[in-house]
């Protein structure tokens, strides 16, 4: 494929020729001729960016939430609205009522026995917010084999469970076709203990071109911490374990407490150049030099900001509204940043996620840490890292994986909107996986 009049981030007018690889950059305008049956796409001064990539997604979780209810705010923010919208709710073909989004601050600590009261026969399973917490009803318990389960909650890691509950074959060509129009060309899942039969069915269906972004993995890297177990030596030993047999580590942070522990476990075991920090939500003054030194990756998100930032203020100390989802001053301190969505706990949309990594305003119009706030140009490149590198971002150039967002317009308008509705095309090696029509 060769794509004509390309604008490039830096301004640069070229014509790019693409396959599995990025073959020839020329300037100016005019240099490569279309081959014989090739194809031509004419950006016109449209901005190229290499494709973008979303470096913690969910994919098995989102395609499930396409079909799932919201059960949070800010659609459903009472017990009353939560008891009315499940006992409304039909079931999907599995005959299963599947929620996502949950959060205590509509109805407390849900259990068994409150979804029995409001549905007694239908199998009913809820998401946490988290994603690390279910809650399901009798019914659903009996068809788990988790009859006896004492309170029906649910939680990641926990054995004596079945995988039946987290994970069905839903429709991930639905879940590509909206990555795709992004301008997304990879994706990492950072789903913790992914078995390898998960992994080998998420990759097949990329290879047969149903899921079409490059497809990559934490697990088995991957850990999350749990507030209430922090346990540093368990932590240390698990990290050598992986280092010795190879491997990078992604450790799951969202506290304070989480973070330094890692921080801690990673200094007792030493660190690895792809170690990464997820999310890092709650970053204090003293971790930033920590974690420069440690060289690890944070990948975090702040379109958390722009989603949930008014219940952050609402529930985080204000002494401690400073340390919530920081960007800039990680970059500072010279810490390899990269952004991700956390899809489906997040919105999907990176260049939502750009824009409230540029403006933090929570849902209420409040600015988060405006001394976090980085520039668009900065912003972009922190989805344009490369997947096993992500605070390192790719280029076009030739020899470059043959990934490309394609926009419809120059880099100053693309910079100043931010916005989706301006990707135009998506290539993946070479091929095109979207296109606007
Ligand atoms: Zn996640």
């Known amino acids: 494929m060769l794509i004509k009049q390309a604008a490039l981030l830096d301004g640069r007018i ?28 004419y950006a016109n001064g449209g901005t190229v960016l290499p494709g973008l990539h979303d470096h913690h997604v969910h994919v098995r979780s989102a395609a499930a939430a396409l079909d799932s209810f919201l059960v949070g705010p800010p659609g459903v923010r009472t017990d009353t609205e939560l008891r009315r919208l499940l006992s409304n709710a039909p079931p999907g073909p599995d005959g299963w009522i599947r929620a996502i989004g949950y959060h205590e601050s509509v109805a407390g600590e849900l259990d068994r026995s409150f979804l029995d009261a409001v549905v007694p026969t239908v ?38 469970w079945s995988d039946a509950v987290l994970r069905r074959e839903s429709d991930l060509a ?50 999350i911490l749990r507030e209430d177990r922090l346990d540093l030596d368990d932590l240390a030993r698990w990290i050598g374990e992986r280092h010795a047999a190879g491997g990078p580590v992604a450790v799951h942070c969202v506290t304070a407490a989480q973070l330094v522990v890692a921080i801690a476990a990673l200094r007792a075991a030493g660190s690895h150049p792809l170690d990464r920090i997820e999310h890092a939500a709650m970053v204090p003054d003293d971790t930033l030099a920590d974690l420069a030194d440690l060289g690890v990756t944070v990948v975090t998100q702040p379109n958390f900001v722009a989603e949930r930032g008014d ?27 990269a952004l991700s969505t956390d899809l489906p706990f997040g919105h999907g949309d990176p260049w939502t996620a750009m824009r409230a990594a ?10 988060l840490n405006a001394g976090e706030r980085v520039s668009a140009r900065r ?38 909107e931010l916005d989706a509705g301006m990707v135009a095309a998506t290539v993946i090696g070479g091929e095109l996986a979207y296109f606007a029509m």
């Not at 998960?198 to 934490?218: K, V």
């Open 174 to 223: 639905e879940l590509s076709r909206r990555i795709t129009a992004y301008g997304v060309t990879g994706v990492t899942d950072a789903t913790p203990d992914l078995d390898p039969a998960e992994m080998e069915s998420l990759s097949s269906a990329q290879r047969r071109g149903e899921f079409r972004p490059r497809l990559g993995f934490l697990s088995p890297g991957k850990r």
């Open 14 to 41: 070229v014509d790019i020729r693409v396959d599995e690889l990025v073959r020839e950059v020329g300037a100016p305008p005019g240099d490569l001729a279309a081959r014989h049956g090739e194809g031509v796409l």
């Open 379 to 416: 912003a972009v490149t922190m989805f344009l890292g490369r997947p096993e590198r992500p605070g390192r971002s790719r280029s076009i150039e030739t020899g470059q994986p043959g990934d490309l967002c394609v926009l419809s317009e120059p880099p100053a308008t693309v910079l100043a």
């Open 123 to 160: 199998p009913v399973r809820i998401q946490h917010r988290s994603g690390a917490l279910w809650i399901l009803n009798s019914a659903a318990l009996g068809r788990v084999g988790l009859a006896e389960h004492p309170d029906g909650r649910l939680r990641s890691g926990e054995r004596g």
């Open 311 to 337: 219940q952050y203020l609402a529930d985080v100390p204000v002494a401690e509204h400073g340390q919530l989802w920081r960007v800039a001053s990680l970059l500072e301190a010279r810490v390899p940043v």
């Open 358 to 367: 540029v403006y933090r305003t929570t849902p209420s119009g409040v600015v």
